[in-house]
């Protein structure tokens, strides 16, 4: 079972996963583009999310490498099936009409949307 990210821990994913394996001060730099984040408290978390199995660390050279442990799919799946499971009683009809009804959708995001649903019905047959 994968655990569950913090919200601060999710940023440090997101920013490896967009740049690849990273040093702790590039992790620190582009978390601070967004808000001020001290040096120390970004290594102390990537230390924490490497016990949590979340990161791996790479110390062949004199500066450590992160990276994560785990893909940004997988993630976003257990994330996905936990709120499914707790917020909306296990139904992802009750999710899909919440984020539907909630936000405007464009017309490319309702395309992709029927695209995706003549796929599942075509394999459903």
Do not use: C
């Not at 601060?8 to 590039?26: K, Q, Y």
């Not at 978390?45 to 450590?64: A, N």
């Amino acid at each position: 079972m994968i655990k569950k990210p913090t919200d601060a821990e999710l940023e440090v994913l997101h920013v490896l996963w967009t740049h690849g394996p990273s040093s702790v001060r590039f992790v620190n730099t582009e978390l601070s583009k967004n808000r001020s984040v001290v040096y120390t408290t970004t290594l102390k978390m990537m230390q924490v999310m490497i016990d949590k199995g979340l990161l791996k660390r790479d110390t062949s050279e004199r500066t450590h490498l992160y990276e994560t442990a785990i893909a940004e799919e997988e993630i976003q799946q257990s994330m996905l099936d936990k709120l499914v499971q707790t917020a909306f009683k296990g139904s992802p009809l009750s999710l899909v009409l919440q984020a539907l009804g909630h936000e405007k959708t464009s017309k490319e995001d309702l395309e992709e949307i029927k695209k995706i649903i003549k796929k599942i019905e075509n394999n459903q047959s």
